[in-house]
T-cell receptor, first 113, second 118 residues
Framework: QQPVQSPQAVILREGEDAVINCSSS?????VHWYRQKHGEAPIFLMI?????EQKGHDKISASFNEKKQQSSLYLTASQLSYSGTYFC??????????????FGGGTRLMVKP | DTEVTQTPKHLVMGMTNKKSLKCEQH?????MYWYKQKAKKPPELMFV???????INESVPSRFSPECPNSSLLNLHLHALQPEDSALYLC?????????????????FGPGTRLTVL
């Protein structure tokens, strides 16, 4: 079952902040965040592991609440280059021979000047 | 270098054709993946290879046949496809995966092959 992302779409003015949420009904081991621009490959942003950690890179940060199976991506002072579709990919807490990611439906973000 | 390359970039094929998609990485990654992505939808996992062995097949129809000739190369052989198989096919790789859930790796995606089945 794929994780649920919200909102489905958001429009920002340059410099505004945004939060994208990802929620799963399954026990998760990790959450992976990607951004994909139209016609391009998904670009890796960050991984969060269970343990309630937070990570940040430049003006993009994320948190993972393993008790609630929820992750949030925070975009601060958005730039035009942040436009694209954001996907969370969740990895369930189980053994397997390859880390299987199930992607959420995506959040389309548009940053306007 | 975190590059995964895919060829061809675009492919148009008839329902009776046989074609292959190719994916290559030289990062020393030992896990490779095929995903299918329809327009405005998330990527859907098709196959996972771990140490050149097929480890996961997500109930993909037999008209899709993966092959991993060596640790750097991943192919997807296509035969008798249907128009609904038209999509962006993405390849990804990650460093390694142990047999337990004690580690996780970043998956790096290639640019994809846009497939149209007529």
């Amino acid at each position: 079952q794929q994780p649920v992302q919200s909102p489905q779409a958001v429009i920002l003015r340059e410099g505004e902040d945004a939060v994208i949420n990802c929620s799963s009904s399954k026990a998760l081991y990790s959450v992976h965040w990607y951004r994909q621009k139209h016609g391009e490959a998904p670009i890796f942003l960050m991984i969060l592991l269970k343990g309630g950690e937070q990570k940040g890179h430049d003006k993009i940060s994320a948190s993972f609440n393993e008790k609630k199976q929820q992750s949030s991506l925070y975009l601060t002072a958005s730039q035009l280059s942040y436009s694209g579709t954001y996907f969370c990919g969740t990895e369930e807490a189980r053994d397997n021979a390859g880390n299987m990611l199930t992607f959420g439906g995506g959040t389309r973000l548009m940053v306007k000047p | 270098d975190t590059e995964v390359t895919q060829t061809p970039k675009h492919l148009v094929m008839g329902m009776t054709n046989k074609k292959s998609l190719k994916c290559e990485q030289h990062m020393g990654h030992r896990a490779m993946y095929w995903y299918k992505q329809k327009a405005k939808k998330p990527p859907e996992l098709m196959f996972v290879y771990s140490y050149e062995k097929l480890s996961i097949n997500e109930s993909v129809p037999s008209r899709f046949s993966p092959e991993c000739p060596n640790s750097s190369l991943l192919n997807l052989h296509l035969h008798a496809l249907q128009p609904e198989d038209s999509a962006l096919y993405l390849c990804a790789s990650s460093q390694k995966r142990t047999g337990t859930s004690s580690s996780t790796d970043t998956q790096y995606f290639g640019p994809g092959t846009r497939l149209t089945v007529l």
